[in-house]
């Protein structure tokens, strides 16, 4: 008798006029228990009378979370898992509940993600994919949800359906590609959980193979005039080359990293960043960027990188209006430049990369972006050797940034700005001579020696920088005339012993000079 209850309010319910009926009558609250039962039947018409009378009444949806339905639509998907029609009804249930916070809180607590991993190997039709795609993205919003996701192996699934897809023209299986494809972007794009998967390498290998594989194919499909195909491709490339920001890292011992080099990922990765500049795909972009950074980490791909010419090529982006692609462009190219003095000179005497910089070092609204900027600015200073680079920074206005990055909040970016100062100074103090002192770069760092707050280290570098610009006339006057010489003598009893070392020899060249 209650089966049949709930299979006539199930179909009473698709009648938008009867919606409201059952609302006001608390149908809803009664169908609710139902969802426990054992009874395949009852789960299918009480599971379809709820989603219909709350669909697009958020409200009721708030209180369907608030009553506990969401561990009851996991249980089905646990229990139920190859039966067609329960699946179908919990999955449109999630569809429907997944954008609400307090829903999305919910399912953290439950193993969804496991489920949802089951029922995408299972998924046979582009509609069944396509829905468990709708639940996946609306989940991937949440951090803890993402994690959660990552963990349970969703990139990876996704990675062999982009392979099985791989090169298809039919459009069905286009818009699968790029649904997959965007789905691994915003799964693996900043998530840290994916890092920490150190225990999973057999599965890390596997999805690197199938990069390997599927850029091996592409070059199958560079000749052919199908647009389908080449989307595809392009697309599956990018995807792969964006799970390498958890590929590579840990298995960069294993030369994974190396091998996606030497198969030419180089170079059909820039191709498609410039295809993809002018068509003003971000999250494609994106992509691409966040493969060449992490791509960029080991030293021997770093070298590589800058010797095809990456440097130059990912400057196309610099005109991007994009802050996501403006922050992963940063990070790319300050990679690129760690550690490597060639970089350094040829970013450093770039006029149109600089201009963009100090533009982005005054970013407001986007702090990341200005603090990637500044550290930029900084590694390449950093690095610097030449003269020739001191000077196009100075022409650029970078240095009045980088004096008010030596005071942001953050030690590791003080230390970056002092130590690129220090270094500028040996070069070339005559240039910065000018700018240190509109900056009022010597009354900043005496204002760090001075604060008790400031790290040991920050003070070590502030120190340092001073002893640098003691050679200059103008500048050893402003240190006199503020009495930093008073400072630093009781710096000399500072609890650091490399602070009272660096205290001391400055003070030594200090007094030598009057």
Request: hydrophobic share 40%; with cysteine.
């Given at each position: 008798c209650a089966v049949k209850a709930a299979h006539v309010l199930s179909e009473i319910a698709k009648n938008e006029e009867m919606k409201k009926p059952c609302i006001e009558a608390d149908l809803v609250l009664t169908l609710i228990p139902l969802l426990e039962s054992a009874d395949q039947e009852m789960l299918?018409?009480?599971g379809r009378a709820i989603g219909r009378i709350c669909y697009d009444n958020r409200h009721l949806q708030e209180e369907l979370v608030k009553a506990g339905v969401i561990p009851s639509l996991v249980r089905i998907l646990t229990d139920y898992a190859e039966s067609e029609p329960l699946v179908h009804v919990a999955l449109l249930a999630l569809y429907?509940?997944?954008?609400?916070?307090?829903?999305?809180?919910?399912?953290?607590?439950?193993?969804?993600?496991?489920q949802l991993v089951k029922q995408l190997r299972r998924a046979e039709s582009h509609e069944r994919l396509e829905i468990v795609f709708e639940v996946l993205q609306a989940l991937a919003e949440n951090d803890a949800l993402k994690v959660q996701l990552v963990e349970a192996g969703v990139p990876e699934v996704l990675s062999e359906i982009l392979l099985r897809l791989?090169?298809?023209?039919?459009?069905?299986?286009?818009?699968?590609?790029?649904?997959?494809?965007?789905?691994?972007?915003?799964?693996?794009?900043?998530?840290?959980?994916?890092?920490?998967?150190?225990?999973?390498?057999?599965k890390k290998k596997?999805?690197?193979?199938?990069?390997?594989?599927?850029?091996?194919?592409h070059k199958n499909y560079q000749g052919k005039d199908s647009l389908n195909s080449q989307l595809a491709s392009l697309v599956s490339i990018t995807v792969f080359l964006t799970s390498l920001t958890c590929l590579v890292l840990p298995l960069s011992s294993d030369g994974n990293c190396l091998r996606m080099v030497q198969l030419g990922v180089i170079h059909q990765l820039l191709d498609l960043l410039e295809k993809h500049v002018r068509s003003g795909d971000t999250s494609v972009q994106q992509a691409a960027l966040?493969?060449?950074?992490?791509?960029?980490?080991?030293?021997?791909?770093k070298v590589q990188m800058l010797e095809e010419g990456v440097a130059e090529r990912i400057e196309a982006l610099l005109m991007s209006e994009?802050?996501?692609?403006?922050?992963?462009l940063l990070g790319t190219l300050r990679m690129l430049a760690d550690g490597q003095d060639d970089a350094a000179e040829i970013l450093g005497q770039d006029p149109t990369l600089l201009h963009r910089l100090v533009q982005w070092c005054s970013a407001g609204d986007h702090s990341g972006i200005c603090g990637e900027a500044n550290r930029l600015l900084a590694s390449i200073l950093h690095r610097n050797r030449s003269q020739e680079v001191v000077k196009a920074i100075q022409a650029a206005q970078g240095v009045k940034h980088l004096v008010s990055m030596a005071t942001s909040e953050h030690a590791a970016m003080q230390n970056e700005a002092l130590n690129a100062l220090a270094i500028a100074s040996?070069?070339?103090?005559?240039?910065?001579?000018?700018?240190?002192?509109?900056s009022q770069l010597v009354q900043s760092l005496h204002k760090l020696l001075q604060d008790d707050n400031t790290?040991?280290?920050?003070?070590?570098n502030s120190i340092g920088l001073l002893c640098r610009l003691l050679n200059s006339g103008d500048l050893r006057q402003e240190i006199e005339e503020d009495k930093i010489k008073d400072t630093l003598e009781q710096l000399c009893s500072h609890s650091n012993a490399n602070v009272v070392k660096e205290a001391i020899t400055t003070l030594q060249v200090l007094r030598d000079g009057t």
């Open positions: 299918l018409h009480a429907n509940l997944a954008e609400l916070e307090s829903a999305k809180e919910a399912l953290s607590m439950t193993k969804v993600a496991e791989q090169g298809s023209s039919q459009a069905e299986d286009t818009c699968i590609v790029k649904a997959a494809s965007d789905l691994i972007v915003s799964l693996l794009l900043g998530v840290e959980g994916c890092k920490k998967k150190k225990k999973k390498k057999k596997k999805a690197a193979k199938a990069t390997a594989l599927i850029l091996a194919r966040s493969a060449l950074q992490n791509l960029a980490v080991p030293v021997v791909s994009s802050p996501p692609v403006q922050f992963k040996a070069i070339d103090l005559e240039t910065l001579e000018e700018s240190f002192k509109e790290s040991p280290e920050v003070k070590y």
